[in-house]
């Protein structure tokens, strides 16, 4: 068994792309294995009890919910304090993780969800983004002139959002939003963290995941 952390991640979830954010700016390293969702390899399936990403392996201790890995990365190395925040992004990041992921995933894959009404549900998740283009009036994140944990965990679904229909989204009466996610979009940190990788298989040398 390896020695080092590895963390098991798919480009594209919103979820890992928090994960990866965190490890970027901690500087922390790990050996990056990117999963196939439709072929998944019994290592990942021995690591992650729910199949799903992301997942930390640890020497102690495996993390399979991304806010503890983001958090315990953190721990680990915080050079620009994102954990320092108020008590209100830890709310904002339970709302972006409930109701607001719920509302999303009911507009994104309303074929999934007959019996919900789309047009609803996307009303829903732009009321919780017009309380956050409201909160970034007047300053570049969340809580200031300096990101925190918060917008970290927050912009990756804010961007599977507003990608939907994304000429849709920037119609919308929320400037301080889209400039947000735009920001973040043209950011060296989205750059890297979503550099492609070719799915890991047994036998692969360790792809090192870093700053």
């Known amino acids: 068994m390896a020695h080092h952390p590895i963390l098991w991640t798919f480009r ?8 990866r954010l965190a490890l970027a700016s901690s500087g922390v390293k790990v050996e990056l294995r990117e999963v196939r969702l439709k072929d998944k390899p019994q290592a990942f399936l021995q690591t992650s009890t729910s199949g799903t990403v992301p997942a930390l392996r640890l020497p102690d201790q495996v993390l399979d919910e991304s806010l503890d890995i983001m958090i315990w990365v953190l721990e680990q190395s915080d050079p620009q304090r994102l954990l320092d925040m108020p008590q209100e ?7 972006n993780d409930g109701p607001f992921k719920v509302a999303l995933d009911h507009t994104k894959y309303a074929t999934r969800y ?18 956050l283009n409201e909160r970034l009036a007047g300053q570049s ?4 002139n300096r ?6 965990a927050l912009l990756p679904f804010v961007r599977q959002f507003a990608y939907i229909d994304r000429a849709w989204f920037d119609a919308q009466e929320w400037p301080n939003l889209i400039a947000w996610l735009d920001r973040f979009l043209a950011s060296g940190a989205f750059m890297h963290i979503m ?3 070719s799915p890991w298989t047994e036998g692969d040398a360790p792809l090192w995941f870093s700053s």
């Open 114 to 131: 007959p019996d919900v009404n789309e047009t609803v549900e996307r009303r829903k998740a732009a009321s919780y983004l017009v309380s």
């Open 195 to 197: 550099n492609k990788h």
């Open 147 to 152: 990101p925190t944990l918060a917008d970290l």
């Open 141 to 144: 994140w969340l809580f200031g």
């Open 89 to 95: 992004g830890w709310d904002l990041i339970a709302d």
């Open 12 to 19: 594209r979830c919103p979820y890992a792309m928090r994960a």
